[in-house]
């Protein structure tokens, strides 16, 4: 299967800027068990955080990019509804699996407010594992659709946890067996745009985060996406490769390994250069540890020689932490020195 996508109908990323530095790791390698590729992916999962996961010569990860194209039309049909429409789908509906905007000072030619948005569809409703919230007609015609991607993103990030769990010297299956994709969990589907705005330091600084879960699987189609550099801590851009997907770690794994895996900082910026002139979107899939899953340090392997951090006063369940991580009853950021505590008005992903 050869993999098309649509980022050549679009003004090209600028060649002039500086760019993160990502490693790009083989999902046909990984696949494959080949060592060099998962010493690789370990190795940025504890200095970056951040990898290109290369979708070419896997015939799962071809699917996906394919997959990805597909829900990117999809997901532009469902922002063109009405607003009246996507709202009824919003957070009366539910707190967080629901459609969610803010509004921005821009306005468009009518001198309505723009709106950055975002609707989260919960992987539990889309594989069957629960009764399902209502959703829009669109999402339940691309229900097999949808249903694939999603098995398919579980299925790589089963294999990276999996590597992840070798090199921690784990017994087999530990952090497999916390994200088990049969049981309820915080994972979910997340389609996201943008409108064309001008830069907003204000803005963009409220937006800085790290990813409270475990995985993330994301496609971006136009640069906006940057990440803080860990050395210098300078704000560098990720550039989207057409055929591979950005994938970063989440607080939970920083939580679940003491500190030898790294949640990196990130945040979203207008496009670069002639991309400036286009909303963006993204098309991303958070997987997060099973609902009953208490957030906690893990024992065994190269964990236990972590340092000892004082005792946290309370140990809560994923449900609770992603809850609360979400709605900012837990503020703050991961960082090498662990989690620290931000400002109110923090975004949340």
């Given at each position: 299967m050869t993999i098309r996508t649509s980022h050549s109908t679009l003004p090209p990323f600028p060649d002039d800027i500086v760019t993160a530095p990502l490693v790009s790791v083989s999902l046909a390698k990984l696949e494959a068990d080949d060592k060099a590729e998962?010493?690789?992916?370990?190795?940025?999962?504890?200095?970056l955080g951040f990898v290109y996961l290369d979708m070419t010569g896997s015939t799962r990860?071809?699917?996906?990019?394919?997959?990805?194209?597909?829900?990117?039309?999809?997901?532009?049909?469902?922002?063109?509804?009405?607003?009246?429409?996507?709202?009824?789908?919003?957070?009366?509906?539910?707190?967080?699996?629901?459609?969610h905007y803010?509004?921005?000072?821009?306005?468009?030619p009518n001198g309505q407010p723009l709106r950055n948005e975002h609707y989260n569809m919960r992987k539990d409703d889309i594989v069957g594992n629960c009764e399902r919230l209502p959703c829009p007609q669109m999402i339940l015609d691309n229900q097999e659709l949808l249903e694939t991607y999603v098995r398919d993103c579980r299925a790589v990030i089963d294999l990276m946890l999996e590597d992840l769990n070798t090199h921690l010297e784990l017994p087999p299956g530990t952090l497999g067996n916390l994200h088990r994709i049969t049981e309820r969990s915080g994972d979910h589907a997340r389609f996201v745009q943008a409108p064309v705005s001008p830069w907003d330091d204000k803005r963009i600084s409220l937006g800085e985060h790290t990813d409270f879960g475990t995985l993330t699987i994301l496609f971006n189609w136009l640069g906006g996406l940057q990440i803080r550099h860990p050395e210098?801590?300078?704000?560098?851009?990720?550039?989207?490769?057409?055929?591979?997907?950005?994938?970063?770690?989440?607080?939970?794994?920083?939580?679940?390994?003491?500190?030898i895996l790294r949640s990196n900082i990130h945040r979203v910026v207008p496009p670069p250069g002639q991309q400036a002139g286009i909303p963006r979107n993204s098309l991303v899939y958070f997987s997060r540890p099973e609902d009953v899953v208490i957030?906690?340090?893990?024992?065994?392997?190269?964990?236990?020689?972590q340092p000892e951090t004082a005792a946290e006063t309370e140990e809560i369940t994923s449900h609770d932490w992603i809850m609360r991580r979400a709605h900012g009853d837990l503020r703050g950021i991961y960082t090498a020195k662990g989690f620290e505590f931000k400002f109110p008005e923090q975004s949340r992903s």
């Amino acid at each position: 299967m050869t993999i098309r996508t649509s980022h050549s109908t679009l003004p090209p990323f600028p060649d002039d800027i500086v760019t993160a530095p990502l490693v790009s790791v083989s999902l046909a390698k990984l696949e494959a068990d080949d060592k060099a590729e998962e010493d690789a992916f370990f190795e940025a999962s504890k200095k970056l955080g951040f990898v290109y996961l290369d979708m070419t010569g896997s015939t799962r990860g071809e699917r996906i990019v394919d997959g990805a194209e597909k829900l990117h039309k999809i997901q532009q049909e469902f922002f063109k509804l009405p607003n009246e429409v996507k709202e009824k789908y919003g957070t009366s509906m539910d707190r967080f699996y629901a459609y969610h905007y803010s509004v921005h000072v821009t306005r468009d030619p009518n001198g309505q407010p723009l709106r950055n948005e975002h609707y989260n569809m919960r992987k539990d409703d889309i594989v069957g594992n629960c009764e399902r919230l209502p959703c829009p007609q669109m999402i339940l015609d691309n229900q097999e659709l949808l249903e694939t991607y999603v098995r398919d993103c579980r299925a790589v990030i089963d294999l990276m946890l999996e590597d992840l769990n070798t090199h921690l010297e784990l017994p087999p299956g530990t952090l497999g067996n916390l994200h088990r994709i049969t049981e309820r969990s915080g994972d979910h589907a997340r389609f996201v745009q943008a409108p064309v705005s001008p830069w907003d330091d204000k803005r963009i600084s409220l937006g800085e985060h790290t990813d409270f879960g475990t995985l993330t699987i994301l496609f971006n189609w136009l640069g906006g996406l940057q990440i803080r550099h860990p050395e210098t801590n300078e704000w560098v851009y990720v550039k989207p490769v057409p055929g591979c997907a950005v994938v970063n770690l989440g607080d939970a794994l920083v939580k679940f390994t003491a500190g030898i895996l790294r949640s990196n900082i990130h945040r979203v910026v207008p496009p670069p250069g002639q991309q400036a002139g286009i909303p963006r979107n993204s098309l991303v899939y958070f997987s997060r540890p099973e609902d009953v899953v208490i957030m906690k340090r893990l024992k065994g392997g190269i964990i236990d020689a972590q340092p000892e951090t004082a005792a946290e006063t309370e140990e809560i369940t994923s449900h609770d932490w992603i809850m609360r991580r979400a709605h900012g009853d837990l503020r703050g950021i991961y960082t090498a020195k662990g989690f620290e505590f931000k400002f109110p008005e923090q975004s949340r992903s």
